[in-house]
């Protein structure tokens, strides 16, 4: 299924705008809406995004706050998922059962653009943080890496993944997917497609 990447033409703005760069207000946001552990991942995924930012001559400001920003939609009951895939129309698979620990990715992403007037390209990131694009760019491959090592319970077999993408942010997309699509493989399924273009487009680099 080809999914659409969906955005308001324009900021919304309302009683829920932030400004995009008031960090303190981003975190009290996000806090209020997930979970005492899940927070405090966002909180790891923002450092983490900040040093990978620095280390590849990136905005941290900006990796830190989409960082932080990145599972706002995580926690949200169906009913509010359902009402902000209604609002925007995004298509009905992204409703079914074996999407619901994806969908966070697309709503978060309209959500962030919504109250916080974060541009295309943060937004972008939020989205292509579960099941990357094959046209990646930087910031994208940032979040979706700092939102791996942005945390407590890293598996054993991915311990050296942050320090791979220190070293090569490609090389550590690379290393995460293979894992991933093992792992994958043994319940008889596998990466998504346009995920399976990305790993051969990046081990062909």
Known sequence: MKIHFFFVTKTCYNKHVINMYDIENVKQTVKKLVNEERYNHCLLTGDAAKELAKKYNYDEKIAYIVGIAHDIAKDFSKEEIKKWADKYQLPKELLKDNYKQLIH??????????????????????????????????LDKIIFIADKIGRTDIPEDLKDLKEVALNNLDEAIILFLEKQQIMLKKHNRDLFPRTIKLLESLKKE
């Open 105 to 138: 990715a697309d709503i978060g992403a309209i959500v962030c653009q919504e109250w916080f007037g974060f541009n295309t390209a943060m937004c972008r990131a939020i989205k292509y943080h579960t099941v990357p694009d094959e046209e990646m760019n930087l």
